[in-house]
């Protein structure tokens, strides 16, 4: 290697490591021997496992295999070391005769971004706090673990794809993420994909000049434009026809634009937030969403759990929206009934948040008295489990208990009721209700169901 690119390899900020198509290590510059405290001269010529832990080979061998097999992009992932935090970026490195040569790895300190997102978000109070419209209202593990990653991907610019299914609030986590970012002075621009028509995406998304087509009567910004400075968030972007997915990917992969009936490029800076309800995964194997551009939005991901599989939060979200709606009418909070608490937390919710909120708004308007009686709540979600499924379990929720008391109990004896019919098969139970292995055992845990012959509690 020529002495000057040594010379400027052994000045840089970031961390350089590159590795040959064995994973060999071929080069360590300076500051990589001060952030992984190793020295070059003993690592040079071994294999990248030796300057990582034991726990971490298959993970890390996992990553380097994804990266050889294509698409040959870079993969991102943050790492907690002690009391810093590390930006990992791991890129593959392609001859002209397009084969794989190796993998350079580069690490940014982003210690110092991340104290301050935890700053920020301790200032704004994301969960139970802040101003209503932007609060958080959950306390289940699932949802405070999604909290968690927007924290340690706000103060990047990476590319970050919000899954779950309708209902959910990813809108709600992409303004998160702009507001404990360092873009957060700047707008967020939202496109809902679903709702562009194919013949004027490129318009929309890119803008165009006057008279560029037919009705093109002035000039119009793009929302690449709009949001200069800022984030973009494409909601259901599963829903972008695939002749839109190739002029979007060429944007994304450029940050340049070229806006209708303009011969210039223009050079964009946004970062990029996209939502889907959809597997792309899926979506990719069905032909329905190009490869190259779901690898390009899934640089980091965050998946929202449906509302079934967190119960613990319904009744924090239904007392919230019965004060919301009461206090915007109003009228005095009204209790919700204990088969009503009923009705709530056994049904699935296809809708999540979205249904429960809007049923709850409607048995505020329409109820008579104090109390939400079943008849107050839409009749879909009225029909639901038989009436034996959940005689026992109301036999001992009162009208003096809260809502989260009341339900809590409900949650706990359904769960008795069902691991004890089913022998303790955690597998079954979980499909049966609905919900992940993890969040069962995270529910059995909760209620102190582990010792096994709980059910006379």
């Known amino acids: 290697m020529p002495d000057i690119f040594e010379t400027i390899l052994n000045n840089m900020e970031e961390a350089i490591i ?20 190793v020295r070059a001269s003993k690592l040079v010529g071994k294999h990248i496992l030796t300057i990582h832990p034991k726990r971490s080979h ?13 698409p040959h992009i870079a993969r991102e992932r943050i790492v907690h070391v002690g009391n810093r935090y590390f930006d990992n970026t791991y890129t593959a490195i392609i001859g002209e005769d397009g084969e794989f040569q190796g993998t350079l790895l580069i690490s940014r300190d982003i210690s110092e971004k991340m104290q301050l997102s935890n700053e920020n978000l301790s200032l704004k109070e994301v969960i139970g706090g802040g101003p209503e419209d932007t609060r958080f209202i959950a306390e289940s593990p699932a949802i405070r673990d999604a909290l968690e990653t927007v924290k340690t991907v706000a103060p990047l610019d990476s590319t970050v794809l919000i899954m ?5 609030g990813k809108e709600h986590f992409a303004e998160l993420i702009h507001r404990l970012s360092p873009r957060a002075d700047g707008p967020l621009v939202r496109v809902n994909c679903a709702a562009l028509p194919e013949a004027l995406m490129e318009s929309e998304l890119f803008g165009h000049l006057r008279g560029a087509f037919t009705g093109a009567v002035s000039n119009q910004q793009g929302k690449f434009v709009m949001a200069e400075g800022g984030s973009l968030f494409l909601d259901e972007i599963g829903e972008l026809p695939l002749s839109s997915q190739a002029k979007l990917l060429r944007a994304l992969q450029q940050k340049r634009i ?5 011969p210039r490029e223009i050079e964009v800076n946004v970062r990029i937030i996209a939502a889907t309800n959809r597997d792309l995964a899926k979506e990719v194997e069905a032909g329905r969403f190009r490869e190259d551009l779901y690898y390009r939005l899934n640089v980091i991901s965050i998946t929202i ?22 206090k915007r009418i109003g009228k005095r909070p009204p209790a919700l009934a204990p088969d009503t608490l009923t009705l709530l937390a056994s049904h699935p919710l296809p809708g999540n948040v979205r249904q429960l909120m809007h049923a709850l708004e409607r048995a505020v308007a329409l109820s008579k008295g104090d109390m939400i009686l079943p008849d107050d709540l839409p009749e879909d979600l009225r029909r639901t489990l038989p009436k034996e499924k959940s005689s026992s379990s109301l036999a001992q929720i009162t009208l003096g208990s809260t809502l989260k008391e009341s339900l809590d109990h409900f949650e706990r004896q359904l769960l008795i009721s069902e691991l004890s019919s089913a022998g303790w098969k955690k597998q079954e139970v ?28």
Do not use: C
């Not at 298959?58 to 294509?70: T, V």
């Open 164 to 168: 779950g299914e309708s209902g959910t």
């Open 18 to 37: 590159f590795l040959d198509a064995d994973d060999v290590i071929k080069l360590i510059n300076r500051k990589a021997e001060e952030v992984r405290r």
């Open 305 to 326: 759990p449906p509302l079934r599989e967190r119960a613990e939060d319904v009744a924090l979200l239904s007392e919230h929206f019965l004060k919301r709606f009461s």
């Open 430 to 457: 979980a499909k049966k209700l609905g919900i992940s292995r993890k969040s069962l055992w995270e529910k059995i845990k909760k209620y102190a169901l582990e010792g096994g012959d709980v059910t006379k509690q």
């Open 258 to 262: 070229q806006q209708v009936g303009n």
């Open 58 to 70: 298959n993970r890390i061998m996992e990553l380097l295999s994804a990266i050889k097999s294509g």
